[in-house]
């Protein structure tokens, strides 16, 4: 930590040098004169003493200088008894602490320096954070991917975190919603506020009321205490709702009061307390077809709609399937320390057949098992295994010929009634020759294609 210590006298700039430098993680610059301490500002201290008393500058003018130059660096007045007034009034233009010139400076200066270190030193870890996150969630580092789908995706976020209009994110389960949401708060002038994401379909019908709105103690049983809520916990940043559709009619006209009114009231309460809240809603239902059946406000339905994104599924965004699996391989490896894998041609062809009911996340899932799976470093079409639950539902989960349909749909039904080729030639209306034409056709087929 670097320290700057203005002080006229010689001999008490010597002994303050002293005192701070029974710390080995300070490094002490010495200064007479405010003209020589300002042309070093550049050097960027973490924090500075001040004498008020100075033979070239008025104190007060130094410090607006500093505060100039960096608003958050720490300043301490060191001075005598007979500027106390004075040093009251830089406190209260900011100076971080006052500590006479006395028998006690030097174990007040020892504390009052490391408290206001400590504070630097966590200002800079948030500020660290803030920055990691910021590029984490940055668009082209949360999106993977280069299809001409994804890239409308960017174009709609870029317009989203320019303003603090309403977003409204549509698409398939495992398509990647809520990182989006978190996308476009962290890119947003929001950031550095909380990011509250809210998932409606996970939380007890009577129990949801509370979680967004808060409640006082003894507003109902069990209450024992005052709760906020999770739209005043967002106050000032974003709270994301996801699986919007899935909230019962009258909790919608009460969402539809604050979102009106910008304000909360909780259960059991009378105040009413202001929110300033970005809203971001996501759904995999069509919100529009529940308007018509009655079962979604249209008032909040056009409330809520704002600035709509629609995430692609996967089975529409070509290459991007193999960037996403090859970023998932890569992550996978590096966190659990294997040694690099990477996807032979048969692998990759394989994935680009399938369809992918299950989007991301099945994707996911699907590469981190054949990662597990492979012995060494190329992963094989063998590891590449799919278990989505439409699978059992019908067939149509990948691209592939009606020679090659036919064939699936056989061995579902042999795999289903234990091979018996009556019983299945009898469920699916075919001769017994045409299964053991498939069976014989399928020993000449090799497996791992």
């Known amino acids: 930590m670097k320290i700057f210590v203005l002080e006229d006298d010689l001999t008490y700039s010597a002994f303050l040098k002293h005192i701070l430098s029974l710390n080995p993680d300070y490094d002490v610059n010495l200064f007479q004169t405010a003209k020589s301490l300002l042309s070093k500002l550049h050097e960027n201290p973490d ?3 001040l004498d008020y008393k100075l033979p070239d500058m008025d104190g007060d003018e130094v410090f607006q200088k500093i505060k100039t130059h960096d608003l958050d660096i720490p300043v301490i007045i060191i001075s005598g008894q007979e500027n106390v007034r004075t040093a009251v009034s830089l406190l209260r233009q900011g100076a971080y602490d006052y500590i006479p010139k006395d028998e006690d400076t030097q174990e007040r200066l020892m ?10 030193s966590m200002r800079e870890e948030l500020d660290s954070l ?3 996150i910021s590029d984490k969630y940055d668009f082209e580092n949360t999106i993977i ?36 949401a978190k996308a476009i708060h962290f890119n947003s002038s929001r950031r550095s506020q909380s990011f509250v994401p809210v998932n409606i379909a996970a939380i007890p019908a009577d129990l949801i009321e509370s979680e967004l709105f808060g409640h006082e103690k003894g507003a109902f049983t069990g209450a024992f205490s005052r709760r906020i809520g999770k739209f005043e916990e967002a106050n000032g940043g974003s709270i994301f709702l996801d699986e919007i559709g899935e909230m019962d009619l009258n909790l919608q006209a009460k969402l539809l009061r604050v979102i009106q009114e910008r304000e909360v009231v909780r259960i059991g309460g009378n105040s009413v307390n202001k929110i300033d809240v970005r809203i971001i809603v996501a759904t995999h239902r069509n919100l529009s077809q529940m308007v018509k059946d009655g079962t979604f406000r249209e008032d909040l339905y056009y409330r809520l709609l704002g600035l709509p994104v629609h995430l692609p599924p996967l089975r529409e965004r070509d290459n991007d399937v193999l960037m996403i699996a090859k970023h998932f391989l890569d992550h996978f490896v590096r966190e659990n320390k294997l040694e690099p894998m990477y996807l032979s041609e048969h ?20 590469i981190e098992l054949a990662a597990v799976l492979t012995q060494g470093e190329e992963i094989g079409p063998e590891a590449i295994s799919f278990n989505s639950v439409v699978k059992e539902e019908h067939f149509i989960t990948e691209e592939l010929t009606l020679k090659d349909y036919t064939y699936k749909i056989i061995n579902h039904f042999l795999e289903k009634y234990d091979n018996n080729v009556m019983l299945v030639a009898e469920k699916l209306d075919i001769g017994k020759s045409t299964i053991y034409r498939y069976l014989k056709e399928m020993d000449e087929v090799d497996p791992n294609q």
């Open 47 to 49: 924090l500075i003493t």
């Open 111 to 120: 504390a009052v320096v490391r408290n206001a270190l400590q504070k630097v």
């Open 130 to 132: 803030r920055r990691e």
């Open 145 to 180: 991917g280069n299809s001409a789908a994804i890239r409308r995706v960017f174009s709609l976020l870029e317009k989203a975190v320019k303003t603090n209009i309403t977003v409204s994110i549509t698409g398939e389960t495992g398509t990647g919603k809520e990182l989006v």
């Open 347 to 366: 692998a990759k062809a394989k994935l680009m057949k399938y369809r992918f009911p299950g989007n991301i996340r099945e994707l996911k899932s699907v």
